[in-house]
């Protein structure tokens, strides 16, 4: 049975940066489309960035040129390096995968629907302070 465990989550001033790791434990094929998504209390889950089999990215609107996802295929983990940090960036962060390399949706702000994913991992709480 494969997990997904997320860390790296934490408080921080606004304009300060945070790196979110995910880490897989248990047999993950290598290359599916993986992703990073995030709740506010009181708000819907949302994309906030999508990482393709053949490394292709996807980011919402939000996060572009603050935050970076990347990952490591040898060690099964994901990242997210978030940068700038905003208090609109406070909320429960979650990795996810899909069982497919290339994303649903396409490669468009559709990849980053929460549907799409089928595994999830617990999450990891950012706080952002102004």
């Known amino acids: 049975q494969v997990q997904l465990v997320e860390s790296g989550g934490g408080a921080a001033q606004t304009g300060g940066s945070l790196r979110l790791s995910c880490a897989a434990f248990?047999?993950?094929?290598?290359?599916?489309?993986m992703g990073w998504f995030r709740q506010a209390p009181g708000k819907e889950r949302e994309g906030v960035a999508v990482?393709?089999?053949?490394?292709?990215?996807i980011y919402a609107d939000s996060v572009k040129g603050r935050f970076a996802i990347s990952q490591d295929n040898a060690k099964n983990i994901l990242y997210l390096q978030m940068n700038s940090l905003k208090p609109e960036d406070t909320g429960m962060y979650y990795c996810?995968?899909?069982?497919?390399?290339?994303?649903?949706?396409?490669?468009?702000?559709?990849?980053?629907?929460?549907?799409?994913?089928?595994?999830w991992g617990q999450g990891t709480q950012v706080t952002v302070s102004s």
């Open positions: 996810a995968a899909e069982s497919r390399e290339y994303c649903s949706g396409g490669y468009s702000a559709a990849a980053l629907r929460p549907v799409w994913y089928t595994l």
């Open positions: 248990g047999y993950l094929p290598s290359s599916l489309c």
């Open positions: 990482i393709d089999g053949s490394s292709r990215t």
